[in-house]
């Protein structure tokens, strides 16, 4: 048989890294993805290093030919899509008042735009192979935010997008359960140890040592138990946040 892909776009140096590092331990091959190929290098060396198998690729999430071929080429030369992870984040606060129609369009094209290209080509390949005996073709999972569920001063730009995502992943939950695709939506409620929240945050990451920011990798544990949970009980929606973070 050929090896299980787990397909992590937006595999950055933090969250996305963790998920496909976790991924790799689940005996996936973790296929990174981000728009230049050799900054994951990095990431893919450290997987190997811990024992698993990675490949990065690189392309454009938000061009429909490259992400058609990005799918088409990792189930050529690896395996079949059983995980997507979509993971671009675009969080670039901006006053109202000096926003741009050009980064506002551009914030949307890849925070939910290029959501939808990449699970609707992952989605089509899952939906035509045979349906297993566990009766889960594949897990489709969404990144989402605080800006997923109310905006912010700000945020309109990126909660506008995240929102969208959000409805993206209900409509597709809806139409895809049935077809043994587990489609769920994560809301990062809160600040995530990473470079932007402790150069653009820096009080926010000061909590860091009482366990009030978020750990890439405990977010990573959530991904991979999300994917393993049986059909009788998936959850679609998961709320992920410290617990002195107020909501």
Partial sequence: MPPKAALIVGAGDATGGAIARAFALEGYVACVNRRHEDKLAPLVAQIEAEGGAARGFGSDAREEEQVAALVERVEAEVGPIEVLVFNIGANVPESILTETARKYRKVWEMACFAGFLNARE????????????????????????????????????????????RALAQSMARELGPEGIHV????????????????QFPERYALKAQDGILNPEHIAQNYVMLHRQPRDAWTHELDLRPWCEKF
């Fill in 184 to 199: 769920a939506h994560t809301v990062i409620d809160g600040g995530i140890d990473t470079e932007f929240i402790r150069t």
């Fill in 122 to 165: 992952v989605a089509q390949r899952m939906v035509a192979r045979p349906m297993p005996a566990s009766g889960h073709r594949g897990t489709i999972l969404f990144t989402g935010a605080t800006a997923s569920l109310r905006g912010g001063a700000r945020f309109a730009a990126f909660s506008g997008a995240k929102m969208a995502l």
